[in-house]
């Protein structure tokens, strides 16, 4: 039997690389059971809907730990910076009535908000630096403090532990860096709200320009000419 | 096999032949994955370990099944084989064993299975008709040489990227044209040491 293998080179090649296929496959079928990872995707799921201002308004450290204790099964209305539109994500992934936010933690405010220390009250103590979960706060002990605003989320970590109350929470204006497109809250990708954002531009200009130049016969300028010219 | 020789194939991979600059094997990864210094040196290190595992399996398939059988007309197919389970076996064991080695490695690893310099040192030894020894130092050798000019270059195309460069050499023209000259900088080093 093996010498009629070692004599038929097509045989003993098929068997040579049929067999170590099968080996490598047993090999690998072995590992992919042995070193299996405990991976939760449902908590990476959860993470990417939490806000991630870190702000540990619900009791917890940090985004991350709150999606575990809510694949844990804790309440999933503990989220103020994320507000409803946080909640309904959350109670439509995890498949469960959405309740309303838990006024316990916090209250969710529309507008976005950031720390600003008023400098000349500073006192320097770094206490706001502490608290700060974004390390959105510069300074140093007995030196003015201030706050990176691009940083801050806005948690009012910050506003509790200042011993001479010089920390305001003002709300961000909107201007041409931060103002953004009041986008419908669906599970769409953004990009298709962009467009149909755009779309219905185009005409209104043209209607405009139209009414302008004179009971919309400049939307086709050629006409008017020719029938002057007849 | 004395310890001498041994030396002198690392440093013949290492610096004459490196496998990116004097064979040109492995030049996807060395414009692709050398924008960041820190994903580079993933990158090389994952490549180091894939190399070194990967030129022992061939050898010994090599010698083993492929030898005995005179089914050496079928290397190209069955390395490609042993190198991807490798490369996906490495990957499991990594995850389970050491995550935070996987965090820095894990995203490489795949794209490596189909890295030619890989394939390259798998072929490469059983041309020269290394004995086991020589066919792992030298794939070690010559994934240290690609991880040196690799974390090398993407440090230069670090500095590059702040660079004041000419509009029409801009981004992978300008890398191009630095691997091209890190391979004359190279070419340096031929003669250095001599095999046989």
Not at chain 1, 83 to 94: C, E, K, P, R, S
Not at chain 1, 124 to 138: S, V
Request: proline share 5%; hydrophobic share 50%; charged share 15%.
């Amino acid at each position: 039997m093996i010498e009629f293998i070692f004599q038929n080179p097509i045989l003993s090649a098929l068997i040579a690389l049929g067999g170590l296929s099968a080996l490598f496959g047993a090999v690998l079928g072995f590992a992919a059971v042995k070193f299996k990872v405990e991976g939760d995707p449902i908590v990476e799921q959860i993470d990417a809907l939490l806000p991630q201002t870190q702000c540990g308004q619900c009791g917890h450290p940090g985004c991350r730990p709150y999606a575990q204790a809510i694949a844990n099964g804790e309440a999933i209305n503990k989220c103020p910076p994320g507000g409803q539109a946080t909640i309904n994500a959350l109670a439509d992934l995890l498949d469960v009535e959405a309740p309303s936010l838990d006024s316990e933690h916090g209250e969710h405010l529309d507008v976005k908000r950031v720390a600003f220390i008023r400098e000349d009250e500073c006192i320097g103590c770094t206490k706001c630096i502490q608290a700060c979960p974004m390390d959105a706060i510069l300074g140093a002990a007995k030196h003015m403090h201030t706050v990176i605003a691009d940083e801050c989320t806005g948690c009012d970590l910050c506003v509790e532990p200042c011993p001479v109350d010089c920390i305001d929470m003002i709300p961000v204006e909107t201007d041409l860096k931060t103002w953004k497109w009041d986008l419908p809250a669906t599970n769409q990708k953004p990009v298709f709200h962009v467009i149909a954002q755009e779309v219905p531009v185009i005409p209104l200009e043209t209607n405009v320009i139209a009414t302008d130049l004179g009971r919309g016969s400049a939307l086709n300028s050629d006409k008017p000419d020719g029938e002057k010219a007849a | 096999m004395s310890f001498s020789e041994l030396a002198i194939i690392l440093l013949s991979t290492v610096l004459v032949n490196n496998f990116v600059l004097a064979q040109f094997l492995g030049l996807c990864p060395f414009m692709g994955v050398s924008n960041k210094l820190e994903s580079a040196i993933g990158m090389a290190g994952a490549t180091t370990f894939v190399m070194t595992l990967a030129s022992i399996c061939t050898y010994l398939v090599d010698t083993w099944v492929l030898a005995p059988l005179e089914l050496q007309y079928l290397r190209t197919i069955a390395f490609i084989l042993v190198i991807a389970a490798v490369v996906q076996f490495v990957k499991m064991f990594m995850e389970k064993t050491s995550p935070l080695l996987y965090r820095v490695l894990g995203v490489f690893l795949p794209l490596i299975t189909v890295n030619c310099a890989v394939l390259g040192v798998a072929l490469l030894n059983t041309q020269k008709a290394h004995s086991f020894f020589e066919s792992t130092m030298y794939g070690f050798g010559g994934a240290l040489g690609f991880a040196m000019v690799l974390v090398l270059f993407s440090a230069m195309r670090e500095r590059l990227a702040v660079a004041d460069v000419p509009v029409p050499f801009k981004g992978a023209a300008i890398g191009m044209i630095t691997a091209g000259l890190m391979a004359l900088a190279f070419m340096g080093f031929g003669g250095l040491v001599s095999l046989q």
